[in-house]
T-cell receptor, first 111, second 115 residues
Framework: QKEVEQNSGPLSVPEGAIASLNCTYSDRGSQSFFWYRQYSGKSPELIMSIYSNGDKEDGRFTAQLNKASQYVSLLIRDSQPSDSATYLC???????????FGAGTRLAVHP | DGGITQSPKYLFRKEGQNVTLSCEQNLNHDAMYWYRQDPGQGLRLIYYSQIVNDFQKGDIAEGYSVSREKKESFPLTVTSAQKNPTAFYLCARSAPRDGRGNEQFFGPGTRLTVL
Protein backbone atom coordinates (compact mmCIF):
# COMPACT_ATOMS: atom_id res chain seq x y z
CA GLN A 1 0.00 0.00 0.00
CA LYS A 2 1.37 3.41 -0.96
CA GLU A 3 1.67 5.96 1.82
CA VAL A 4 -0.30 8.58 -0.12
CA GLU A 5 -2.64 7.43 -2.86
CA GLN A 6 -4.33 9.38 -5.60
CA ASN A 7 -6.21 8.33 -8.68
CA SER A 8 -3.91 9.16 -11.59
CA GLY A 9 -6.77 10.23 -13.85
CA PRO A 10 -7.20 11.94 -16.14
CA LEU A 11 -10.26 13.44 -14.52
CA SER A 12 -12.17 15.19 -17.25
CA VAL A 13 -14.78 17.82 -16.34
CA PRO A 14 -16.63 20.41 -18.41
CA GLU A 15 -15.95 24.08 -17.90
CA GLY A 16 -18.02 25.48 -15.05
CA ALA A 17 -18.44 22.13 -13.27
CA ILE A 18 -17.08 21.08 -9.89
CA ALA A 19 -13.91 18.99 -9.99
CA SER A 20 -13.40 16.63 -7.06
CA LEU A 21 -9.93 15.29 -6.35
CA ASN A 22 -9.31 12.69 -3.69
CA CYS A 23 -6.37 11.48 -1.64
CA THR A 24 -5.97 8.80 1.00
CA TYR A 25 -3.03 8.34 3.34
CA SER A 26 -1.77 5.54 5.55
CA ASP A 27 -0.06 7.31 8.49
CA ARG A 28 -2.67 7.93 11.19
CA GLY A 29 -0.30 10.36 12.89
CA SER A 30 -0.31 12.75 9.95
CA GLN A 31 -0.97 16.33 10.97
CA SER A 32 -0.53 18.50 7.91
CA PHE A 33 -2.11 18.15 4.49
CA PHE A 34 -1.40 20.06 1.34
CA TRP A 35 -2.57 20.35 -2.24
CA TYR A 36 -0.16 21.44 -4.93
CA ARG A 37 -0.94 22.30 -8.54
CA GLN A 38 1.64 21.43 -11.17
CA TYR A 39 1.37 22.59 -14.76
CA SER A 40 3.15 20.53 -17.38
CA GLY A 41 6.88 21.21 -17.30
CA LYS A 42 6.65 23.45 -14.24
CA SER A 43 7.30 23.04 -10.53
CA PRO A 44 4.52 22.38 -7.98
CA GLU A 45 2.72 25.39 -6.53
CA LEU A 46 1.08 25.23 -3.10
CA ILE A 47 -2.64 26.05 -3.36
CA MET A 48 -4.16 24.75 -0.12
CA SER A 49 -3.08 23.76 3.38
CA ILE A 50 -5.35 22.09 5.94
CA TYR A 51 -4.61 20.85 9.44
CA SER A 52 -7.99 20.25 11.13
CA ASN A 53 -10.97 18.08 10.28
CA GLY A 54 -13.60 19.79 8.18
CA ASP A 55 -13.60 22.17 5.26
CA LYS A 56 -11.32 25.04 4.38
CA GLU A 57 -12.33 27.37 1.58
CA ASP A 58 -10.12 29.71 -0.44
CA GLY A 59 -11.78 31.27 -3.46
CA ARG A 60 -12.90 28.52 -5.82
CA PHE A 61 -10.96 25.89 -3.88
CA THR A 62 -12.21 23.89 -0.90
CA ALA A 63 -10.08 21.37 0.94
CA GLN A 64 -11.83 18.74 3.03
CA LEU A 65 -10.12 16.64 5.70
CA ASN A 66 -11.42 13.57 7.49
CA LYS A 67 -8.69 12.16 9.74
CA ALA A 68 -10.82 9.25 10.95
CA SER A 69 -11.17 8.03 7.38
CA GLN A 70 -7.63 9.16 6.46
CA TYR A 71 -9.00 11.05 3.54
CA VAL A 72 -8.40 14.52 2.14
CA SER A 73 -10.04 16.02 -0.91
CA LEU A 74 -9.91 19.14 -3.04
CA LEU A 75 -12.97 20.63 -4.70
CA ILE A 76 -12.59 23.14 -7.49
CA ARG A 77 -15.79 25.06 -8.19
CA ASP A 78 -16.54 26.70 -11.53
CA SER A 79 -13.67 24.81 -13.16
CA GLN A 80 -11.81 26.67 -15.87
CA PRO A 81 -9.55 25.38 -18.65
CA SER A 82 -6.69 27.11 -16.80
CA ASP A 83 -7.24 24.65 -13.93
CA SER A 84 -6.05 21.84 -16.20
CA ALA A 85 -2.97 20.53 -14.43
CA THR A 86 -1.75 17.72 -12.21
CA TYR A 87 -2.76 18.07 -8.56
CA LEU A 88 -0.43 16.58 -5.96
CA CYS A 89 -1.54 15.66 -2.46
CA UNK A 90 1.13 15.87 0.27
CA UNK A 91 0.91 14.67 3.84
CA UNK A 92 3.23 15.07 6.80
CA UNK A 93 3.91 15.18 10.49
CA UNK A 94 5.03 18.57 11.66
CA UNK A 95 7.71 17.11 13.95
CA UNK A 96 9.29 15.21 11.05
CA UNK A 97 9.48 18.28 8.82
CA UNK A 98 9.09 16.00 5.81
CA UNK A 99 6.22 15.50 3.41
CA UNK A 100 5.08 12.42 1.53
CA PHE A 101 3.67 13.13 -1.91
CA GLY A 102 1.12 11.24 -3.92
CA ALA A 103 1.71 10.61 -7.60
CA GLY A 104 -0.88 13.20 -8.57
CA THR A 105 -4.20 13.36 -10.37
CA ARG A 106 -4.30 14.89 -13.83
CA LEU A 107 -7.28 17.19 -14.30
CA ALA A 108 -8.51 18.20 -17.74
CA VAL A 109 -11.17 20.92 -17.96
CA HIS A 110 -12.72 21.09 -21.41
CA PRO A 111 -14.67 24.04 -22.84
CA ASP B 1 9.82 31.61 -7.57
CA GLY B 2 8.75 31.22 -3.95
CA GLY B 3 12.01 32.75 -2.71
CA ILE B 4 14.08 29.92 -4.07
CA THR B 5 16.13 29.75 -7.26
CA GLN B 6 17.60 26.82 -9.14
CA SER B 7 20.13 26.71 -11.92
CA PRO B 8 20.57 25.74 -14.60
CA LYS B 9 17.07 25.22 -15.98
CA TYR B 10 18.29 22.52 -18.37
CA LEU B 11 21.40 20.41 -17.96
CA PHE B 12 22.89 17.78 -20.21
CA ARG B 13 25.39 15.28 -18.91
CA LYS B 14 27.46 12.62 -20.53
CA GLU B 15 27.50 9.23 -18.91
CA GLY B 16 30.23 8.96 -16.29
CA GLN B 17 30.23 12.66 -15.42
CA ASN B 18 29.32 14.25 -12.13
CA VAL B 19 27.14 17.34 -12.28
CA THR B 20 26.10 19.82 -9.61
CA LEU B 21 22.69 21.46 -9.45
CA SER B 22 22.41 24.79 -7.67
CA CYS B 23 19.70 25.74 -5.18
CA GLU B 24 19.64 29.10 -3.38
CA GLN B 25 17.05 30.65 -1.06
CA ASN B 26 16.89 34.22 0.18
CA LEU B 27 14.34 33.96 2.98
CA ASN B 28 16.62 32.78 5.75
CA HIS B 29 14.71 29.53 6.16
CA ASP B 30 16.37 26.59 7.83
CA ALA B 31 14.97 23.56 6.02
CA MET B 32 15.75 22.73 2.40
CA TYR B 33 14.98 19.67 0.32
CA TRP B 34 15.86 17.95 -2.93
CA TYR B 35 13.32 15.88 -4.83
CA ARG B 36 13.37 13.94 -8.03
CA GLN B 37 10.33 13.64 -10.30
CA ASP B 38 10.05 11.13 -13.12
CA PRO B 39 7.32 11.33 -15.78
CA GLY B 40 3.91 10.45 -14.39
CA GLN B 41 5.25 9.99 -10.90
CA GLY B 42 5.16 11.90 -7.67
CA LEU B 43 8.08 13.50 -5.90
CA ARG B 44 10.71 11.33 -4.28
CA LEU B 45 12.92 12.79 -1.55
CA ILE B 46 16.67 12.61 -2.20
CA TYR B 47 18.18 14.61 0.68
CA TYR B 48 17.08 17.23 3.14
CA SER B 49 18.75 19.60 5.54
CA GLN B 50 17.30 21.34 8.58
CA ILE B 51 20.37 23.28 9.68
CA VAL B 52 23.71 24.35 8.32
CA ASN B 53 26.35 21.61 8.19
CA ASP B 54 23.77 18.88 8.69
CA PHE B 55 21.70 16.87 6.23
CA GLN B 56 19.83 13.57 6.09
CA LYS B 57 19.26 10.99 3.40
CA GLY B 58 15.82 10.71 1.91
CA ASP B 59 14.30 7.72 0.19
CA ILE B 60 16.57 7.63 -2.87
CA ALA B 61 19.93 9.09 -1.80
CA GLU B 62 22.14 6.53 -3.58
CA GLY B 63 24.21 8.15 -6.31
CA TYR B 64 23.66 11.68 -4.99
CA SER B 65 25.52 13.94 -2.58
CA VAL B 66 24.78 17.31 -0.99
CA SER B 67 26.41 19.96 1.16
CA ARG B 68 25.02 22.70 3.40
CA GLU B 69 27.89 25.03 4.15
CA LYS B 70 25.69 28.13 4.08
CA LYS B 71 22.09 28.58 5.13
CA GLU B 72 21.07 29.99 1.77
CA SER B 73 22.66 27.29 -0.40
CA PHE B 74 21.97 23.56 -0.77
CA PRO B 75 23.66 22.18 -3.92
CA LEU B 76 23.02 18.66 -5.18
CA THR B 77 25.66 16.61 -6.98
CA VAL B 78 24.49 13.82 -9.25
CA THR B 79 27.37 11.39 -9.37
CA SER B 80 28.29 8.82 -11.99
CA ALA B 81 27.06 6.18 -9.54
CA GLN B 82 23.46 7.27 -10.17
CA LYS B 83 22.35 4.76 -12.79
CA ASN B 84 19.35 6.56 -14.19
CA PRO B 85 19.76 10.28 -13.51
CA THR B 86 17.54 11.67 -16.27
CA ALA B 87 14.72 13.40 -14.38
CA PHE B 88 13.26 16.70 -13.21
CA TYR B 89 15.00 17.86 -10.02
CA LEU B 90 13.18 20.11 -7.60
CA CYS B 91 14.57 22.02 -4.65
CA ALA B 92 12.23 23.21 -1.90
CA ARG B 93 12.34 25.28 1.24
CA SER B 94 10.12 24.90 4.25
CA ALA B 95 8.38 27.64 6.18
CA PRO B 96 9.68 28.26 9.69
CA ARG B 97 8.19 26.05 12.36
CA ASP B 98 5.34 27.73 14.21
CA GLY B 99 3.47 24.66 15.33
CA ARG B 100 1.43 24.49 12.12
CA GLY B 101 4.06 24.80 9.45
CA ASN B 102 6.09 22.46 7.26
CA GLU B 103 4.59 23.78 4.07
CA GLN B 104 7.15 23.49 1.33
CA PHE B 105 7.73 25.91 -1.52
CA PHE B 106 9.50 24.84 -4.67
CA GLY B 107 12.02 26.39 -6.98
CA PRO B 108 11.51 26.27 -10.76
CA GLY B 109 13.43 22.99 -11.15
CA THR B 110 16.31 21.67 -13.22
CA ARG B 111 15.69 19.19 -16.00
CA LEU B 112 18.68 16.85 -16.27
CA THR B 113 19.21 14.71 -19.34
CA VAL B 114 21.95 12.13 -19.69
CA LEU B 115 23.22 11.79 -23.24
Amino acid sequence: QKEVEQNSGPLSVPEGAIASLNCTYSDRGSQSFFWYRQYSGKSPELIMSIYSNGDKEDGRFTAQLNKASQYVSLLIRDSQPSDSATYLCAVGRISYNKLIFGAGTRLAVHP
Amino acid sequence: DGGITQSPKYLFRKEGQNVTLSCEQNLNHDAMYWYRQDPGQGLRLIYYSQIVNDFQKGDIAEGYSVSREKKESFPLTVTSAQKNPTAFYLCARSAPRDGRGNEQFFGPGTRLTVL
